[in-house]
């Protein structure tokens, strides 16, 4: 579905322009041309193919999508793909922005994706002293729309994560704190996969030996791979920790198991001494002077008490019970 | 066993020609001469040593089989190793294909192989405006054609995957969980072993310095090798969440075990307070005056099971039971 | 809050400056401009951009704070972030310090710091032949006072691992030792958070290509990155060991518990079989002759004395009690 | 001990030498002297040292032994160290070759090793025309022998692997399975640190930088590489796949313990009932008017043992049982 | 403490020499200056920052110690530290020795060390010849015997690990097993951070870029480097043996732990069964015929005595007793 598609001279909107006079306007020199496109039907990426005169190859990505982030050149132009990510009732949702660059023309492909760029747009045209950079300037305007959002979901994911830690001290053989851990690891790879491919390809748009239509908004793309640096550290903590509290969860459980094994222990010793005494006063021997005694049941009861409560406190000293 | 020896021409299949014709034919400069072997007698790769002026380290290894991929390069020649794979019956098959490129002429040995590359063939015909490029064409047709294999094989192993995951957390002390586990991690190893060596070589046919013959076509290899970064991405992938489900079914397990403890030891605390009881009332001391009560007898009952739902509800509160 | 204006000449202070003459000093050759701002408001880091003519990524950063720790160039100017450490109670407070640095000016911007950078300047101000240097020295002074804030954490951490591994041999299963291992290993990533990235950007302070304005200060921030890397070592040991106290404090909750068992088996042993004499002669059978023996109930007790004893005796030799 | 010395003139062998000649026929342009040493004498190492003029560092290595395999270049000429690795009665055996080389003399001395190299001269001897490239062909062949000798030890492991994983999902709590992981990890970890820097000290005989005399060999020493580099991949995986099998091993033992946990505990209920039950009609209350009945005693025992029953199918069916 | 100072020429030694004039020793071509010191007070190290022209920052971090390895470049000179480690009485003791070289002077500061140099002085002044070389050469002799006395604690720690790893599996659930292994790992790890900076450091001696003054050397450091590289690989070997062995530790105490379950559980079996036989037959019912019978009592003891045995075949045929 085509969502804009317009022509832009010196950072200001020139005008809205019908799909067949794009190639018209990318051979002048003197403005670019933005498209959008979400979800597009076959038919509309051969126009933009024939229109823009795409590459075969970067087409065929767009076309199939489930690509990595990355970016490619291809001659002058370039293409770029990059990951939304979307938290929707606790489950990642990832969607794909394939972005075509060239010297005056920018083309993004959405696909998947809940997010939606006509903010970026907007902002971008309130700022003509910024769109002037042309291409350049759009493509870090997108990159930097998506990479905001990852801030977010790393945040939630966080919170999740110091959620089971809490509760994993205290309820340490919950099913739910290991099953968590793991979904939450789960995702946090997903998240890896997204931010780590993007950070080394945005670091490709900086520094060293950088596309020339992009040398003059290097400070720009050094921001974007910053923030994505920064997102991938805190990644890495939350994997890291995660992988700890799997352990620590383990080591939880078995201090717990251990206690409920010495209380067991403890009280069948306390039983085991009670029952052995009964038995023996139970036995039926003729000659059991005791059993005749006329306080022998109370002195049988008390020297029973007696025992168990000695072990008792024993038990309690030894923080078996 | 020759499959097929053909000689091209501006992209059009010249004829397929005789084997010992092939000298001849990449003599001239106007063609390139494509032969496929599947499982060849030794006899056969000697005269394919002698037709092409094979280097004899390249055709050894051809002869053993059972490499590593690879790219080498042997002077202007290049030798090419790729592996395939297959699924049969939840095994891994790998078969090898070898490839030596000459400036005019490929030459494929496939071993222990299930694929077979008519098809390549045949797209390639079909296509000579790419066919054109020669060698370094059908280098990259075939290559595409094996690693556009390993992406099935990738998705059956994480479907495998999630199977096992959905399993551990219903019932995690079933052996056959950790045992799928643990056979899932092989399978995920051989295809590393397959695609991370393929992945290296592949980046050395773009970019930086590239042998001569394949300079023209190195937007194709980079396709290949991002293809083969994404199957690299989700092998690791699958590798480290294999890694983490091994400990969080280890922690399961103890969870599990703990549980049936806390069940013991509560069970066997509530009978021994029962049986405690019913061993003092079945001493034999003269002097027991609640023997001869009236209800006695039904008291006791009564005492007995007092005390035991009072455990079993203290229990039931602490989540023993 | 500003805290600090003044301008400085040949290493000697000229005198405090009002903000609104910053450019002015600026813009003269023979002095510079160090001024101290702390947790400002937007107005007052507004007022900085105007005077210093400062970047608007970098200002953004400095506004936002919580970024990680770099060394930013935007063209001739310097954009440091350094994370100040303090342990309070217990716990890790990182606060930010953000330095531009230009030619002849440094504006310091500390946030949520509990760090006076007072004594710096004082310092400085006693060491004309060092301030002489201008900015550079002061960054490297600044840099150099929130390094050596490190030490004393990373070794109030190596303590705390000293006692809780004491304490994991005597007392394995206690809740606590798992627990303060797990939030160690949380504190030491924080730190390694903050010294790891701040050490890689050290590192490009000296050596290969430095930024001109800090050339002949080398030697000072190469002295930086030895006490950050000393430190990073430090951090990589008490993870590492963390990392393995985990497992052996699992291992000595396991040997515990396998003692707990063993104690717990033997004595229910000893007791089953004092048990089951005592049912045995308490049977009701009419002809038990031992039942009417003179000696027979001492003779009964004496057996199942033996037969415990005996079993204590073996349980003793083979460790289990 | 000498075991063999004998000069070479355009791949033939002119003559065996004796050892005090050696330093005239290295004299000369023509030709080149090969010798082999056996676990030498200090006084044979000095003739050496004297006669080819080796460094007095290279010397010292090969006086001591027990260095790491390498290459380093001393001037002109060149100290290479080679292990080799024999499989006697289930250990490995690690033994040393030093190869002294030089424009016209290759030196091998041999230690603690049970390989013997004469196969290789004498192959060297009937390949003329390879054994015309001089000390570099003879060092390939003597490395490419130590390096085939690898691959039957690879797969002995490789074997011994599989027989533990077969065993370990069928008894998982034998002792043996444990040790013989451990002591699998042992011998992989002596093959480890054998290939390892053999692999990187290959990897600098061919491609970049390499010494002149092994110019017109790199196609042999890509070949060495290209073994050891097999060889080091199927290394890793078997590390990879222990440190799997020791936690799956544990999982299994903890999965067969969760077993015997759950049916003594069944068990133990059923007996703990039955017991309860007879305790109950065996205490001496007066009025216990079941005990008069006639039927009393199969009603008891019939109750009993349907309570008993009624238990064994319930923990049935939770597969207790 | 002044151990030492003396002026060297051509390899030979001049004479002692009086600290005040060292520095007209140095201002001279011809011979140069070897000074060592031991735990030096301040005082002395000022009057040797005097006499020699040291760097304010090197002769701070002589002053303060705890440096770790390094190799640093203050103009022409060169500022060296490295550790000394001791085994004393089973504990690790780390010394420093901090060298300041320059293009005719050697100042080693020797800290917290049990080791002399004497010897190597001694072992200098006998082989001029070397000597002659000057202070790269004297550099090499102290790093040497500082590197080969590593070899003898690689090898004491090689010793414990293979102790340990005996009684491992004979008695798992001893608790000095995993109180060795940890307190290896932490020596380990001492070894592993004195070494490692030190081998990247003698790295930087030879081979690339390295010192004018070290230009001559460079076949020595290379040596030392070797070693270290050994020296390296055996720690790692070690560390990645104690990680698996705490492992395979945690799985003998388990399999243990599972032996003692199953012998507890098999026990409790036949002793249950006993007892509730004894318990039926000791309940009160009137009629109970058997009771009555002649032979009932050895009858009851014979069928309880082979329903026992029973049990025991059965358990000892399943391997729990
Ligand atoms: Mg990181
Ligand atoms: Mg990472
Ligand atoms: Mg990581
Ligand atoms: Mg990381
Ligand atoms: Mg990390
Ligand atoms: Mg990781
Ligand atoms: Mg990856
Ligand atoms: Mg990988
Ligand atoms: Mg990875
Ligand atoms: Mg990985
Ligand atoms: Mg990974
Ligand atoms: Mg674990
Ligand atoms: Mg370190
Ligand atoms: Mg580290
Ligand atoms: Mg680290
Ligand atoms: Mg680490
Ligand atoms: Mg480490
Ligand atoms: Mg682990
Ligand atoms: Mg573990
Ligand atoms: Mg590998
Ligand atoms: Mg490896
Ligand atoms: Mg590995
Ligand atoms: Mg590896
Ligand atoms: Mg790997
Ligand atoms: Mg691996
Ligand atoms: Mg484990
Ligand atoms: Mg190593
Ligand atoms: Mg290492
Ligand atoms: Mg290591
Ligand atoms: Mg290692
Ligand atoms: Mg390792």
């Not at 293409?79 to 969607?95: A, H, N, P």
């Not at 059991?288 to 109370?298: A, H, S, T, V």
């Amino acid at each position: 579905m085509l969502i804009n598609c317009a022509a832009y001279k010196e950072g200001r909107k020139l005008d809205e322009i019908p799909v067949e006079k794009i190639s018209d306007y990318i051979a002048r020199d003197d403005c670019f041309v933005w498209v959008a496109l979400k979800d597009p039907e076959p038919a509309e990426l051969d126009v933009m193919q024939r229109e823009f005169g795409l590459h075969e190859l970067a087409i065929e990505d767009a076309r199939h999508g489930h690509q990595n982030p990355k970016v490619e050149e291809y001659g002058d132009s370039l293409f770029v793909v990059v990951k939304t990510v979307d938290l929707v009732e606790g489950e990642l949702k990832v969607g794909e922005v394939d972005i075509f660059v060239g010297k005056n023309y920018v083309l993004s492909v959405r696909s998947e994706s809940q997010q939606s760029f006509l903010g970026v747009r907007a902002r971008s045209e309130r700022e003509p002293h910024l769109l002037k950079h042309g291409p350049s300037f759009v493509v870090y305007a997108l990159m930097d729309a998506v990479v905001d959002h990852y801030f977010p979901i790393v945040e939630a994911l966080e919170d999740e994560l110091d959620k089971i830690e809490l509760n994993m001290f205290e309820n340490a053989a919950e099913r739910s704190n290991i099953k968590r851990l793991y979904q939450l690891k789960r995702k946090v790879m997903v998240l890896k996969h997204v931010v780590s491919p993007l950070m080394e390809s945005a670091g490709k748009l900086y520094g060293g030996r950088v596309p020339a239509m992009f040398a003059n908004s290097q400070d720009y793309f050094r921001d974007v791979y910053d923030h994505l640096n920064r997102i991938n550290a805190s990644i890495d903590a939350i994997r890291d920790t995660i992988n700890t509290a799997i352990q620590v969860n383990l080591s939880m459980v078995a201090i717990d198991d251990s206690e409920v094994n010495k209380r067991l222990a403890a009280w069948a010793a306390i039983f085991a001494v009670a029952t052995a005494f009964a038995g023996i006063w139970g036995m039926n021997f003729k000659w059991m002077p005791e059993l005749d005694w006329r306080y022998g049941y109370p002195a049988a009861l008390g020297l029973m008490a007696s025992v168990c409560s000695y072990l008792y406190v024993r038990f309690r000293k030894a923080r078996w019970l």
